[in-house]
């Protein structure tokens, strides 16, 4: 168990809606990553959080975005889903976005866009 | 271009064998950092091993080791002693961007998936 929370696991939904994929870090992380998986692209980073701020951006596409609360939990939202929004997604957290500090990921949540 | 490059989409070891998994990167950052993870089938990420560029001894985690050799940007995985436990899919990753300004990404290779036989 890496200590990262993320929830829902499964998440089925139909095209055009909108969801919200939480996470929670380990306890004293303050960075917060999130990463997509599906078949065609592989692993993608999306965003970065430090601490309530966002740091980096990667792939993400404009239907997404995420925050990153004062209590650190983090929520990506994704809406106007297509089919191929279906895929992994998770969360990683690190104490601090430094050269050596590994992340750890959690489990991560399917999502299937039908 | 690829950043990072893992050309076995999948190798076959036997039970208490070793086994090399192959990682070339691409970077003009000088410092960054080389990690590798592993992903089971039921579809977790865990980390195994993390090398940083200014390194000079190869990473070592009990079974697993990080063959680092700079001049030819390879990070090859070594698996000691395979388990069946150890088959999964196995993804290199590095990290880039800037340390001191408190922001990095994993950029990830395709993955090589590993068969433990008995």
């Known amino acids: 168990d890496s200590g990262v929370t993320q929830t829902p696991k499964h998440l089925i939904t139909a095209t055009g809606q909108r969801v919200t994929l939480r996470c929670s870090p380990r306890?004293?992380?303050?960075?917060v990553y999130w990463y997509q998986q599906s078949l065609d692209q592989g692993l993608q980073f999306l965003i970065q959080?430090?601490?309530?701020?966002?740091?980096a951006k990667g792939n993400i596409l404009e239907r997404f975005s995420a925050q990153q609360f004062p209590d650190l939990h983090s929520e990506l939202n994704l809406s106007s889903l297509e089919l191929g929004d279906s895929a992994l997604y998770f969360c990683?957290?690190?104490?601090?976005?430094?050269?050596?500090?590994?992340?750890?990921f959690g489990q991560g949540t399917r999502l299937t866009v039908v | 271009a690829q950043k990072i490059t893992q050309t076995q989409p999948g190798m076959f070891v036997q039970e208490k064998e070793a086994v090399t998994l192959d990682c070339t990167y691409d970077?003009?950052?000088?410092?960054?950092?080389l990690f590798w993870y592993k992903q089971p089938s039921s579809g977790e990420m865990i980390f195994l091993i993390y090398?940083?560029?200014?390194?000079?001894q190869n990473a070592t985690e009990g079974r697993y080791s990080l063959n680092f050799q700079k001049a030819r940007k390879s990070a090859n995985l070594v698996i000691s002693a395979s388990q069946l436990g150890d088959s999964a899919m196995y993804f290199c990753?590095?990290?880039?961007?800037?340390?001191?300004?408190?922001?990095?990404?994993?950029?990830f290779g395709k993955g090589t998936k590993l068969s433990v036989i008995p």
């Open positions: 990753a590095m990290r880039e961007g800037k340390p001191g300004a408190g922001s990095y990404q994993l950029t």
């Open positions: 970077t003009s950052d000088q410092s960054y950092g």
């Open positions: 090398q940083g560029s200014y390194d000079e």
């Open positions: 959080y430090y601490n309530g701020e966002e740091r």
């Open positions: 990683a957290s690190s104490v601090l976005p430094r050269a050596g500090t590994e992340a750890f």
């Open positions: 306890s004293g992380d303050l960075s």
